[in-house]
Every structure is written in structure tokens, then in C-alpha cells.
């Protein structure tokens, strides 16, 4: 499974960005999903999960009621909008795949593929 996480850029304080992770080599109908992403100095931290079966979905915290997650399975692509962004998202952002995890998980060492991280810069 090759996944390629793309559309992230500069954007101030307050406004939005979608995420597109595409997954491509087999199909990712029965993996859990995830969003994690990496601030310089810091560990990679859990965002957001969801299961590509099913219509669940559960985010960090600190991103409840500003992320949404969307999903068209027919391109194998799952999106992140982000909304109300702050420049403490700041991050490099990564998808991820899991073959047992089929609902998802927020623990990263769950996950077997991972995206190449696409940069999200928040200035205030």
C-alpha cells in the first residue's frame, strides 16, 4: 500500500485547509485509517482515525469540532478538512494505514503504511 498525503501550505490564523490522503497498490476497504502529525522538537501525535467500512470516526481534543474527515471510496481518498486553524496545528501532517485496526486507532504503533507528510504552516 503506497499512500501519498498531499495539500497542505500556509494559511493564517482562523482559516481552513483539506487534507487529501490517497492510497494506492491495493485496496484499503478493510484497513483503519489515520491522521498523525509532527511539530519540530516534538513526537508524532494521533489526530484523527476512522475505519473505511464504517461510518466511525474519532478525533484528539484538541482538534474536536474544528477537523472533519470525508472519504470517497471509489478513489481510495480520505480528506481532512481542517477549520479554525491555529499556529499550534503547525505540522507536518501524515497519513496512515492499518491492516489489523480495521475500525482505526489512535496509537501509532498500530499502523503499517504511512504517507510521506504534507507541511501545514499556521501563522498568527
Known amino acids: 500500500v503506497q499512500l501519498q498525503a498531499f495539500g497542505g501550505g500556509l494559511v493564517q490564523a482562523g482559516g481552513s485547509l483539506r487534507l487529501s490522503c490517497s492510497a494506492s497498490g491495493r485496496t484499503v476497504s478493510s484497513y483503519g485509517m489515520g491522521w498523525f502529525r509532527q511539530a519540530p522538537g516534538k513526537e508524532r501525535e494521533f489526530v484523527a482515525t476512522f475505519s473505511w467500512s464504517g461510518p466511525t470516526t474519532y478525533f484528539a481534543d484538541f482538534v474536536k469540532g474544528r477537523f472533519i474527515i470525508s472519504r470517497d471510496n471509489a478513489k481510495n481518498t480520505v480528506y481532512l478538512q481542517m477549520n479554525s486553524l491555529k499556529p499550534e496545528d503547525t505540522a507536518v501532517y501524515h497519513c496512515?494505514?492499518?491492516?489489523?485496526?480495521?475500525?482505526?486507532?489512535?496509537?501509532?504503533?498500530?499502523?503499517?503504511?504511512w504517507g510521506q507528510g504534507t507541511q501545514v504552516t499556521v501563522s498568527s
Open positions: 496512515a494505514a492499518s491492516r489489523y485496526r480495521q475500525s482505526g486507532s489512535s496509537y501509532l504503533g498500530d499502523y503499517d503504511y
